[in-house]
């Protein structure tokens, strides 16, 4: 399954911004796969953090593979050494194992979720060990589909914002104009901005200025 969105978002989008309409244009429709079991999206994000996409992917096959399916009982079932030995650390291990238990327990509502706003979900995720903000906004667009996430935290759309527009640096004043332009629909205009910061227009460059390494 892939992030729902179609003409009315890429239209709004294309009338808020030039330059994003221009990319839209050329990039087209992205399709980017989610996970809409909540319980299993959070998982996967925990197990992607800090890694390549192509690790996570390999890990949470083997996971899938070893326990059958990503659920309660299985990850309560497994022991953290059986976690480990599909690829992650020992403090992930904990994290999901931690998890599971706050669900399995209903510490943790995993059924009201999806009736909170935005906010709402975010203030609940970040309570749970491992997930900080930006893993959160994930779990957001990627778990939940929701529509109106951009995410500050995110290097990528940083460094997709100064290809797109040629700044040289990213503030906070400066992301949050974007941000607005961009609302109610800024999950899909994450998905451009990183596609372009994945060089999907390969005649837009990064004007981050080049950080000077001084010899000893």
């Not at 059986?82 to 020992?90: P, R």
């Not at 491992?130 to 906004?137: P, V, Y």
Request: aromatic content about 10%.
């Amino acid at each position: 399954m892939y992030f729902e969105y179609g003409d009315m978002e890429v239209e709004y989008l294309k009338k808020k911004d030039k330059k994003l309409a221009e990319a839209i244009e050329k990039i087209g429709p992205i399709e980017r796969e989610v996970d809409t079991d909540l319980f299993s999206s959070v998982v996967h994000h925990i197990v992607g953090q800090q890694i390549s996409t192509a690790a996570q992917k390999t890990i949470w096959n083997r996971m899938n593979s070893s326990l059958g399916e990503i659920n309660v009982e299985t990850i309560n079932s497994a022991s953290p050494d059986e976690l480990q030995s599909n690829g992650i650390t020992f403090r992930k291990a904990d994290y999901i194992k931690d998890f599971a238990r706050k669900v399995y327990t209903g510490e943790f509502d995993i059924l009201s979720i999806e009736n909170k706003s935005d906010e709402e979900i975010i203030e609940e995720l970040v309570k749970l060990k491992g997930i900080g903000l930006w893993t959160a906004e994930m779990i957001l667009i990627f778990g939940l589909q929701r529509k109106n996430v951009f995410s500050f935290g995110d290097l990528a759309i940083h460094r997709g914002l100064r290809m797109l527009y040629r700044h040289r640096k990213i503030t906070e004043e400066l992301f949050e104009k974007y941000r607005r332009r961009y609302s109610p629909y800024g999950s899909v205009a994450s998905l451009y901005i990183w596609a372009i910061s994945g060089g999907a227009i390969p005649e837009m460059k990064d004007c981050a200025p080049k950080k000077i390494v001084k010899k000893k």
